[in-house]
């Protein structure tokens, strides 16, 4: 699932993000951390306030500058404004992001889901590809936080700083990242079972639907 899940965010990411947005976060975001390295290199040069030598000095300095720049990207906006026009499988496109899904389709979404009733077709396809909207947008804000984490403890080992905790707390962040991704990948299973559900039927022979 959480390959699937990697794959849908690679495939749908700009349904929901606006291109020019996500770009203009991108420079924003390396402007930020080049001046975040010459201000903490300044520093350097003048307090050594790292306490390390030159070498790790410059890896800390690249990782925590990197790190700044990370935590801009995740803040600004990228996503695409809202279409009053759009609609998913005949139903007007929330505007706000809806993280959850209606009680019918949660059984679809577990480690190990049913088969999709037919009574559930519609409303598996509906919510999920909301859901998928609302993940992604999620996946857009809480990734680049969690890389920011991940260089920021990186950067302690270089400085020598490192302790247990701070690796317990990217091990969250990085656990919450992989969890919506997991969700994202059985979002699609159960859209994928419930387009394969409609076609059975719909391949089915006028005989056999008779006889029933």
Do not use: K
């Amino acid at each position: 699932m959480l390959a699937l899940g990697w794959q849908v965010f690679r495939r749908h990411a700009f349904d929901v993000l606006d291109r020019r947005r996500v770009r203009r976060a991108g420079l924003w975001s390396a402007g930020t951390a080049v001046v975040a390295a010459a201000a903490m290199t300044v520093l350097q040069a003048r307090l050594g306030w790292t306490g390390t030598g030159p070498a790790s000095s410059a890896v800390g300095i690249a990782l925590l500058a990197v790190g700044v720049g990370l935590v801009v990207f995740a803040c600004l906006p990228t996503r695409r404004p809202p279409d009053p026009s759009a609609t998913i499988n005949g139903r007007q496109v929330r505007p706000t992001e809806r993280a959850a899904v209606r009680a019918a389709v949660e059984p679809y979404l577990l480690r190990r889901p049913r088969p999709v009733r037919p009574e559930d077709r519609e409303v598996v396809r509906t919510d999920t590809v909301l859901l998928r909207r609302s993940l992604i947008g999620t996946l857009r804000r809480a990734a680049p936080a969690v890389l920011s984490v991940v260089a920021a403890v990186g950067a302690l080992v270089a400085l020598g700083q490192l302790r247990w905790w701070y690796l317990a707390w990217a091990a969250v962040w990085v656990g919450q990242v992989s969890e919506t991704l997991v969700r994202l990948g059985r979002s699609e299973r159960a859209r994928r079972a419930a387009e394969a559900a409609e076609a059975a039927e719909a391949a089915e022979p006028p005989e056999a639907q008779t006889a029933r």
